[in-house]
């Protein structure tokens, strides 16, 4: 009783359309026409199938698609079918899902200044931040001095264009190539500018800035030539975060929570105050044993080391000594299209699966149910890297957050909820070489293929002295990293591990071994000869 003998092939195909990707392999094994039906008579029509593969609406040629700028790895180069594109993506997913994903780690360090902000560019093959570098050699291709930008600036970038603070209230806007940046203009603001956020939404640039002392402002342009759409009035008191997508943007107001408006008209959406909700509680223990690298020695250790697998229990955190929910203060908070996540000074995280669902209950009429509105995981932190008002990434059901000298990539369900035994696994990485080093992520991102963020690492480098003459030393610098979870292509879903990268180590005296074992030595903290 052969489908393939008693259906027309249009029904076949279409009960298809349901079937896992897993089980298209095992059909294709099951006997030669099966075999034939999938891989050669219907391939095309079978993975190009939506939802099947992921790609831009529209797309009909498969050959296209590498050219979009996806990932860090380029890991779609080459791509040679729909067949192979649903391959690829499905080994990605799968180690992106895995308990304990297999990495290959990347640290991009150009000269002596430690990164502070950055903005990866997968298109240009640029990373755009306190040094200006080559996303593949790690080369610098060309900064501006000092004086030219103000210490410890914010920077946002996006397609092509770029944005950061000034001295006074001015965001300067920029245009940049992987030759040399060129300034557009100067935005000028008569009151206390504390944040600003960059996106691009189908060939329009939207620039959001927030002001403390109750303003908002939306600039807007179509050829990157940004200007001022809308000023719009909100609660005093902003601490800086804010995000948009294309019809709203949401300010953090800390203790007074977040605040939704639409960017058109100026007008308030809603507000969202955790306490109000009655939110649904969950927590995680903040990991005992420091899985990261130990010391330098540590090089040879497994892809899958760098990450540590987390639990979500349901309930608070134990212990008597959290700030109370409705005396906590929010940082950063994120959209994701229905899906609203923000971090608190205490170590929580807020998520909010359909923060338009909340729209009707801010009447105080309502009697609509406020349940599973939102979720509320609890974390160990002591406050101490909130210092920056908390980063947050979200992408793909998954949220990226710092918590003490770790970063947590919590998984979500496909409704962005957190479900016991739905819910997508969730581990945790490092943001230093050894905790004792460890300083507040100053950027971090999800992506495609990877995480990026700040790392705090040691370097070697020999100094001119004029007493002394040339003398080692070894310091404390900030990096990009680049933890990649693309999957080897070989057919064995395996992370082909990259060779260390070299430090500027020099080239007589001391073995490369010894350098290590003293730069070890350093990390643990141990004195003397």
């Not at 950061?164 to 000028?188: M, Y």
Request: glycine share 8%; with cysteine; hydrophobic share 35%.
């Amino acid at each position: 009783m052969d489908p393939l003998t008693l259906l027309p092939s249009e029904l076949v195909l279409r009960i298809l359309e349901f079937t896992p990707t897993s089980d298209l392999a095992s059909l294709t094994r099951l006997n030669r026409s099966w075999h034939a039906f999938i891989d050669e008579t219907h391939q095309e029509a079978i993975y190009f199938t939506p939802g099947r593969t992921d790609h831009a609406a529209g797309l009909r040629d498969v050959s296209l698609f590498e050219k979009e700028p996806r990932t860090f790895a380029k890991y779609y180069q080459d791509v040679e079918s729909w067949k192979d594109l649903c391959r690829r993506q499905t080994l990605l997913s799968k180690n992106w899902d895995a308990e304990r994903p297999l990495t290959t780690e990347r640290k991009i360090i150009v000269g002596r200044d430690p990164i502070w902000r950055f903005r990866p560019d997968f298109q240009r093959r640029i990373i755009l931040s306190t040094s200006h570098e080559d996303m593949d050699s790690g080369d610098l291709l060309w900064k501006l001095e000092r004086d030219d930008v103000r210490p410890f600036a914010h920077l946002e970038y996006a397609d092509g264009v770029a944005c950061w603070d000034c001295d006074g209230e001015g965001i300067e806007v920029w245009r940049i190539g992987r030759e040399r940046g060129v300034k557009v203009k100067v935005l000028e603001h008569e009151v206390q500018t504390r944040g600003f956020q960059l996106s691009c939404f189908g060939g329009v640039w939207c620039l959001c800035v927030v002001s403390n002392a109750g303003c908002g402002f939306v600039y807007e342009g179509e050829k990157r030539e940004l200007e001022l759409t809308k000023r719009m009035v909100i609660p005093t008191g902003a601490v800086g975060h804010l995000d948009q997508d294309e019809g709203v943007v949401v300010y953090s107001l800390g203790s007074g929570g977040y605040h939704f408006f639409e960017k058109g008209t100026g007008e308030k959406m809603v507000g969202l105050k955790p306490e109000v909700l009655e939110p649904e509680v969950f927590h995680i223990v903040h990991p005992d044993e420091h899985f990261r690298r130990g010391t330098m020695e540590d090089i040879g250790k497994a892809a899958r080391d760098r990450t540590v697998p987390l639990a979500i229990r349901p309930g608070p955190l134990p212990g008597d000594e959290r700030v109370p929910l409705e005396d906590d203060e929010w940082g950063a908070g994120m959209l994701s299209g229905n899906l609203f996540v923000g971090v608190s000074r205490a170590g929580r995280l807020l998520i909010c699966p359909n923060w338009r669902a909340l729209i009707p209950h801010t009447s105080p009429t309502s009697t609509a149910p406020l349940t599973d509105l939102i979720q509320i995981i609890e974390c160990d932190s002591d406050g101490s890297t909130f210092d920056l008002g908390g980063w947050l990434s979200v992408r793909d059901h998954r949220v990226l957050l710092e918590i003490q000298d770790l970063i947590y990539i919590i998984g979500l369900t496909d409704s962005d909820h957190v479900r016991d035994g739905e819910s997508r696994p969730s581990f945790a990485t490092s943001t230093a070489i050894k905790p004792q080093y460890a300083n507040p992520v100053s950027f971090m991102g999800l992506y495609e293929d990877c995480l990026m963020s700040t790392y705090t690492t040691l370097l070697y480098r020999s100094r001119s002295d004029e007493a002394e003459g040339v003398v080692p030393r070894i310091f404390q610098t900030k990096a990009v990293r680049v933890l990649n979870l693309a999957p080897d292509l070989s057919g064995h879903g395996e992370v082909v591990e990259d060779e260390e990268e070299e430090l500027d180590l020099p080239v007589s005296g001391a073995t490369r071994a010894e350098l290590f074992h003293l730069i070890a030595l350093l990390a643990r903290g141990e004195d003397g000869d």
